[in-house]
Structures are given as structure tokens and as C-alpha cells.
């Protein structure tokens, strides 16, 4: 059924303002073309609202009876199109977001500080979730977009590359390498290390890159997430090699993070959305703060600050 909403906000215009005159200025239009709304919508209703002559205007029985909901329809209305251009104004909203956890930990805090002080009053939802699951996330409409690792493409992702970081030597102070620059993949034979399950995008991504250049990872420990490989490192129980941003400056003072070479495998992180999906006016503002943060904290250009 088509509402001829045009029409009804005309009926209920000249019934609160008293004439055509009023209601044709108010709505910026000719008293002819006012008069025709009136009369389209009184023949799609085949009912006769306003009996009208040269010198009144009058609501008709049914006139009366309908005005109540005609006017709640029209407020309704113009308070949702008046939410809508908020939104586009404001970048009022929810925003749910796919990341996974080591930027959930390491870049998200620090955007969603900023993001609430523009947009307060947003809720904002965070999937916290290996590579995989945040693609099916987005895919799945569970989140608008996600922040993950560049690994497959999938053909109805969109995917746009943030930032670029190495994989890195991680031990304790005590350790006999932790006064080197670098470290060579070949030097870490006697390290007991602890490695990250074969389940990880992570350890996908560092098999594949050394089976390319025909060296492999043995590993005195497994874990699921990098946060426990970094708490067992921090306790002194091994090493581990993890991305840069597996730790946030400060928040383990005893554990050094080295430089591998030989060679140097980095991982590219991408922020992914549907294709032909436009996102809200809430998490495109999210979206581009996400995007400008993770691209100022690349290890790259914080190398070259210090």
C-alpha cells in the first residue's frame, strides 16, 4: 500500500493553520497545487475530508476522526527523517566493529578515547576474534567492518591496507640475546620458544613466508593467543615471536622486543567491509579514525619519530 504522506501532511496543515493560504505558505507552494494534494489523497481514500467553500474551510466527520492519526503519523515521520539527517550530521549511532585481539588491545583503547568525546553517547560493540572469524563477522553483517590480517582475499570483501609491521623476537632482559639489535632466524635454534597454535592467522602467515625461503619453527611450547605467549614470556618461561604490536610500550618492562632478519617477515593489517555496503554514518566516522590512528602508529613512522 502506498502512503501518500505528501497529502496527509497537507490535510493536517490546513486543519492546524485554518486555511489553504496558511498551509500553502507554510509548505512553500501554490494554494492550486495545496488544493491538489487534498484532492489526490481524498480520491485514494475515496472519502471527503475538508468540505470546503469561497469563504471556510471545515473538517468533514471522518476528517475529524482521522486528524489525530494523521498528525501522529506526520510527527512520527518528521522525527525519524529529523533522526536521520542527526545521524548524517552527528555520526550519531551503534557501531559494532571485528578486530582482532592484538589490535583490540593495542590500537582500539586509544581511538574509542577520542571517538566518545566527538560522539558521545554511541554505543560501540567490539568482536574480538582470530582472522577468520572476523572476516565472517563482517561478511555475516555481525559487524559493519573489522580490522584483521591480510591473508585470502575473499571476493565480497573490500579491503583496504593500514599498516605494515615485522614479526618480532620477544624475551626477558635476562636473556642472553636481550642486548642485540637483531636476531637472525638461524640464532633462535636454542631458544625455547613459544609458538602460537597452527588455528592462529598469525602462525599461518609465518609458516608460509618460511617455507619460502625453506627454514621452519620448532617450538618447546604451544599456545592459543598471543597474550599468553607474552605472559610466559614476562614469567621467564621462553620466547616468542610475535608481532610488534603484541605489546604496548610500557606494559611489560622486562620483555625486549628484537628486531628478525634474515629474513625480515612483517605482516600487512587491512580494515575490511562489504563490498557495495555503505556504512553508517556512526561507524564511518569510526572507520576513518581506526584508519589515520593505525597508520600513525605503524612501526615505520614510529622509528622515525624516535
Not at 504522506?5 to 497545487?33: K, W, Y
Not at 469561497?54 to 506526520?74: E, I, N
Not at 557501531?95 to 581511538?111: G, R, Y
Not at 599456545?223 to 605467549?229: I, R
Request: a positive charge; charged letters at 25%; hydrophobic letters at 45%.
Amino acid at each position: 500500500m502506498k502512503i501518500d504522506f505528501d497529502g496527509i501532511q497537507a490535510f493536517v496543515l490546513v486543519a492546524e493553520l485554518g486555511g489553504f493560504s496558511r498551509a500553502a505558505d507554510h509548505l512553500h507552494l501554490t494554494q492550486t497545487a495545496l488544493t491538489r494534494r487534498i484532492q489526490k489523497l481524498e480520491a485514494y481514500l475515496a472519502v471527503r475530508l475538508l468540505d470546503r467553500t469561497t469563504r471556510s474551510v471545515q473538517l468533514t466527520a471522518v476528517g475529524r476522526d482521522f486528524l489525530p492519526q494523521a498528525r501522529r503519523l506526520v510527527d512520527e515521520m518528521t522525527s525519524a527523517v529529523d533522526r536521520l539527517k542527526d545521524m548524517s550530521r552527528l555520526g550519531t549511532g551503534n557501531v559494532a566493529i571485528a578486530s582482532i585481539p592484538t589490535m583490540a588491545h593495542h590500537t582500539l583503547p586509544a581511538v574509542i578515547r577520542t571517538y566518545i568525546k566527538e560522539h558521545p553517547g554511541n554505543r560501540i560493540r567490539i568482536i574480538e576474534s582470530n582472522a577468520s572469524d572476523v572476516s565472517r563477522a563482517v561478511l555475516h553483517d555481525q559487524a559493519e567492518f573489522g580490522i584483521t590480517i591480510q591473508l585470502e582475499r575473499h571476493a565480497d570483501l573490500a579491503e583496504q591496507p593500514v599498516m605494515r609491521e615485522p614479526f618480532m623476537f620477544f624475551c626477558l632482559d635476562e636473556h642472553p640475546l636481550s642486548g642485540r639489535k637483531s636476531v637472525t632466524w638461524g640464532e633462535l635454534g636454542e631458544a625455547e620458544l613459544i609458538l602460537v597454535s597452527g588455528l592462529s592467522g598469525n602462525r599461518a602467515l609465518l609458516d608460509y613466508q618460511l617455507a619460502k625461503k625453506r627454514l621452519s619453527l620448532r617450538g618447546t611450547y604451544e599456545v592459543e593467543h598471543l597474550s599468553t605467549a607474552i605472559g610466559l614470556v614476562a614469567a621467564g618461561v621462553g620466547t616468542a615471536i610475535l608481532p610488534y604490536s603484541a605489546i604496548q610500550e610500557g606494559a611489560y618492562p622486562r620483555v625486549r622486543r628484537i628486531a628478525l632478519v634474515s629474513p625480515v617477515i612483517s605482516r600487512t593489517l587491512v580494515l575490511i567491509r562489504r563490498k557495495n555496503a555503505t556504512l553508517s554514518p556512526a561507524a564511518a566516522a569510526f572507520y576513518d579514525a581506526l584508519a589515520q590512528k593505525l597508520a600513525e602508529s605503524s612501526p615505520a613512522r614510529t622509528r622515525e619519530r624516535k
